[in-house]
């Protein structure tokens, strides 16, 4: 498959004109959001940002396996055009609204509520093939309750209940902190080479959960190469893409290992780190 395990320069409609259809088991898109991040993210008007998004729509469904998962990332606002767009085509089934509390907020605004969230749209087409629910459990909030139930149970419904040792079910908000958030020095928010690089845990939950080992994960807005590093560590094939020779070069770095152990903090992508290392010997 062309331009497989790279990540390249390319416009996102090349990258995908230059796609196989139907490649493609699980599609991660953090496009822009119209917010003036940078060039990449300046539009004329509203109009054009959206004949932009729905345009790179219509260019990717077509990359899509029968029964792969598709996710996109946007603010609230801009994910409740992007639903009522995804939602006309027949063949996509909506599974999830996921709210991302990022634990930072986007602004110090006094004139409503400080905009703190951002959406994840979860889609498939069709049913969709995979679904790993135990392998993204997360932690229990009632630590004293389950250390409790752990020894003898809980009566639910008439039968006794023992927590899961790896966690409850993973539910739609996730409370991730930004990494925006996470390098502040002093409460100052710093310079990144990147100025929106998603959190690797929020890769790693997606990557998990809707894709198994060997399968093809689609990035054509890589940036920083998030996608295409969490996907290498957990074994799973990318095709990733950024306009941005800057950030196609930052993001190779990373995947060859300059600061990838810098990026990958969370216990459980440096256990697969380690594992998929020794494999390489
Ligand atoms: C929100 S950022 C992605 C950040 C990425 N998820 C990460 O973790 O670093 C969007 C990216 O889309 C890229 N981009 C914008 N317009 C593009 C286009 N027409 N084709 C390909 N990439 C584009 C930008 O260079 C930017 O890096």
């Not at 930052?250 to 600061?259: C, E, Y």
Request: hydrophobic share 40%; with cysteine.
């Amino acid at each position: 498959m062309r331009n497989l395990n790279k990540i390249i320069v390319s416009d996102c409609f090349d990258f995908m004109k230059a796609t196989e259809d139907e490649c493609v088991d699980l599609a991660v898109l953090d496009p822009p959001y119209f917010l003036n991040k940078g060039d990449w993210d300046t539009f004329s008007s509203e109009q054009a940002f959206f004949e932009f998004t729905f345009l790179w729509i219509d260019a990717l469904l077509p990359k899509l396996k029968r029964g792969s998962s598709l996710y996109i990332f946007n603010t609230p606002y801009n994910c409740a055009k992007i639903f009522n767009f995804l939602i006309q085509k027949e063949y996509l089934l909506f599974q999830n609204w996921i709210t991302w509390d990022k634990r930072d907020g986007f602004s110090h605004t006094k004139n409503r509520f400080i905009p703190n969230q951002e959406t994840v749209l979860f889609f498939s087409k069709g049913s969709p093939n995979v679904f790993n629910a135990d392998d993204v459990r997360v932690a229990y909030e009632s630590k004293d309750r389950i250390a409790h139930a752990a020894k003898k149970g809980i009566v639910k419904n008439g039968k006794r209940w023992f927590p899961n040792p790896n966690g409850k079910l993973c539910g739609d908000v996730w409370h991730i902190t930004s990494e925006r958030h996470k390098n502040k020095v002093n409460g100052k928010v710093q310079k990144m080479s990147h100025a929106t690089p998603k959190p690797t845990e929020m890769l790693e939950r997606i990557i998990r959960a809707s894709s198994n080992e060997g399968d093809v994960v689609f990035d054509c807005f890589v940036g920083s190469g998030t996608t295409a590093l969490v996907s290498k560590v957990l074994g799973r094939n990318f095709l990733c893409a950024d306009s941005s020779e800057e950030f196609v070069s930052l993001a190779n770095d990373s995947l060859h290992g300059i600061n990838r152990k810098m990026v990958v903090k969370s216990p459980s992508m440096q256990k697969a780190l380690f594992i998929a290392d020794k494999k390489r010997g």
